[in-house]
């Protein structure tokens, strides 16, 4: 319970946050995307951190929500509320399908079948002219704003939600990693055959991480949609921009952890953020470089992410405080 | 009454022949030590029995239930799991979450926590419940895989090797814990090297040999035996003596 109280102060000042930045600014936009990225590297951690599986291919969920929710808006007036519980159901059904071939393998391999099934679905949603729109893209129609429609006039609303998302999948991820599936998982990750023979059904567990994160992604694809307004399938089914971009923020941050992704998305997304500002009008190329070395001054200071140093600035802490 | 019925087990390895036509059964309550040379076939047997590996044919009944083709968390569900000759402990882990995922298999977290720490009392490591798995020595991580095995509540228990680099003192121990386990009912296959405890502590010894079951007796009768002796303890009396 004592831990409970920094943690609720945290969400309040982050909730509060919104207000002080101007809404039509560019920060707060910066804010909202944070939020957003750090959900979906929780999100990732159920497989990436828990069952210690590196997929590089959550964009196709992610992408799938999106364009999910956003069909449904364009074609039949649906609510992208609705759309996004869709987009769930279908993100995490293609979880469960990609899981099936890819659970076996591991490490290396069980990467680059996931990045294959990522760009697979990139290039389809290239392709589906008639549902997607193509490389062109699709727009989120304008309709009158309203919370039950999904649709503000500033970005608040869309920061406040990104927030209560970030909330909710980290209270999922926290459920998990102490619970009987995250037992399960850490001893998958750590012996699959000695899990099996004191009774673990590997196959089965694998599964439903797979699915639960896949869905997670899915639904987060809506709240993006909704927040770019505008988006193509180079963008949502990204290896760079998504996939390799959430298990980075994970990574840096410390994966397996509940605050690994929260710490990494913030440390992350405005990082790159300030290196386009500046350096992006110096020369082509320079913002990449430097947020590069950054990340890997990063890995090789921290390499089992930024979770450790704030492990280690507690343990001197609670030293000097205590007698 | 029999609880595990082994017929005509065989599997085949490409050119080489790991189990043959093995044929034994088991009654509840009994204590079964397998011996046999390196490479005669026990952990390939054990793994067989718990559905890591698949036998080219013959089958395996335990307590009436035919475990073709059941995966080893279904076999570990119906009561029959094993322990890892290499010692095979989730070594990031605490002790305790080692053997408290055992406990999920019939418990909740919270009911899984208490069933385990009752197995590592049982076999005396509840001190260092909290130490992580990897840094125990040798022994202790030996036991620690004996309490998980413990902790799914089994029927039928498989110990491949759990004295291994154990003194006098804690091969007495954990000798004096495989009989307090028969006497709470469960049946137990030992494979174990050390031929004094095993004539010691099992009632019947099953002899492998070239994948094949030599002989199957009381300790008695298969020290006996002359193929025994011929197969095995001659050629290795000098290490059985030790």
Known sequence: ?323 | MTILDVRAVSRRFGGLQALSEVMFSVSRGEIVGVIGPNGAGKTTLFSTLVGLIRPDSGTVTLDGRDLAGLKPHRVASLGMTKTFQNVALFAESSVLDNVLTAGLLHHGVDAARGEALNCLDRVGLRGVAHKQAGNLSFPERARVELARALCTAPKVLLLDEVMAALNHAEMAEIMQLIRSLRDDGVTLLVVEHHMRAIMNVCDRILVLNFGRLLADGTPEQVARDPLVIEAYLGRSREAARR
Not at chain 1, 190 to 206: F, L
């Open chain 1, 1 to 323: 319970m004592k831990r409970c109280l920094p943690l609720a102060a945290v969400i309040v000042l982050t909730a509060l946050l919104p207000l002080l930045l101007d809404p039509r600014g560019y920060w707060i936009r910066v804010l909202t995307i944070t939020l957003l990225f750090a959900a979906m590297a929780q999100a990732w951690n159920i497989v990436g951190g828990l069952a210690n599986q590196t997929s590089l291919g959550h964009a196709a969920f992610f992408g799938i929500g999106a364009y999910t929710s956003t069909v449904l808006l364009l074609k039949f007036g649906i609510s992208p509320w609705l759309g996004m519980v869709a987009g769930g159901v279908l993100g995490g059904l293609a979880a469960f399908v990609i899981a099936i071939p890819t659970m076996r393998l591991q490490g290396h391999y069980f990467a680059l079948a996931t990045l294959a099934f990522g760009e697979v679905m990139r290039v389809i949603a290239n392709v589906w002219t008639s549902l997607t729109g193509g490389p062109s893209g699709l727009s989120v129609p304008f309709v009158p704003p309203s919370f039950a429609a999904y649709s503000f006039k500033l970005l608040r609303p869309h920061a406040w939600i990104a927030l209560v998302a970030l909330v909710i999948v980290t209270a999922i991820f926290e459920a998990i990693r102490r619970g009987a599936m995250g037992y399960r998982l850490r001893a998958i990750k750590q012996n699959a055959a000695a899990a099996e023979v004191i009774g673990v059904d590997t196959t089965r567990v694998k599964l439903q991480a797979a699915v639960i994160s896949g869905a997670l992604i899915a639904m987060l694809g809506t709240l993006y949609a909704q927040v770019a307004v505008f988006f193509d399938p180079d963008t949502v089914f990204s290896i760079a921009g998504i996939s390799i971009r959430i298990a980075l923020i994970a990574i840096i941050g410390g994966v397996g952890t509940a605050a690994g992704p929260i710490l990494g998305a913030f440390f992350i997304i405005p990082l790159e953020e300030i290196m386009n500002d500046l350096l992006s009008s110096r020369a082509a190329g320079l913002s990449q470089l430097v947020f590069g070395i950054i990340l890997i001054s990063v890995i090789l200071w921290q390499p089992r992410g930024f979770i450790t140093v704030f492990g280690s600035l507690r343990a001197r802490l609670s030293r000097t405080v205590s007698p």
